[in-house]
């Protein structure tokens, strides 16, 4: 029961998700113009971000701003793809959005792997160092093996 009071994000994304599924395909089919349609997929993805930072509160807003785009995004590509009566209204009208998103989330991605990668194959990698960020010891293990074996092949590829 713990679980379920800090995580109760999950339960409320998949029941409104179905609420507005079932909604969508029998209630307001064909009864709503599409404009109507996007305003409460619209609506539904500000109630789910809302109810994401009012369940899990992020330490920075850096963090919140990348959580709550991807986040967004995930929602948006969702209600496009599964939604009845949603076929293309939200790719004309939010694509370049959608690519801008895209694009953030994939450059912060990209930051957090070389940052990783210069934790790991740096000449003075600290295992501590590692598992006090929270990863498993044997996934931190794992790594430096890794990343000595790549070091191995690139100083023997390099002749230094």
């Known amino acids: 029961m713990p ?10 994304g998949l029941v409104s998700y179905a609420l507005l599924f079932f ?10 113009p599409q404009r109507t349609r996007s305003w409460l997929v619209c609506f539904w ?6 109810s994401f930072f ?4 992020p330490r920075s807003l850096g963090q919140g701003l990348m959580r709550g785009v991807s986040l967004g995004g995930s929602a948006l590509w969702l209600a496009q793809a599964t939604l009845p009566c949603m076929p293309t209204i939200f ?18 991605e990209g930051a957090a792997l ?9 000449r003075e990698c600290d295992p501590r160092f ?14 430096l093996a890794e990343a000595r074996f790549w070091r191995r092949v ?4 390099t002749g230094r």
């Not at 009012?54 to 509160?57: E, G």
């Not at 004309?92 to 994939?106: N, P």
């Open 154 to 157: 690139l100083e023997f590829l």
């Open 130 to 143: 590692l598992e006090a960020q929270g990863i498993p010891p044997v996934v931190v293990r794992l790594m």
């Open 45 to 50: 993805v500000g109630t789910l971000l809302t």
């Open 91 to 108: 790719l004309g009208r939010t694509g370049w959005l959608r690519a801008l998103c895209i694009s953030f989330v994939l450059i912060c």
């Open 23 to 32: 909604w969508f395909s029998s209630v307001i089919s064909a009864t709503l």
């Open 54 to 57: 009012y369940c899990y509160r």
């Open 114 to 122: 070389i940052a990783l990668l210069r934790v790991i194959f740096g």
């Open 3 to 12: 679980s379920i009071r800090k995580n109760w994000f999950y339960i409320y």
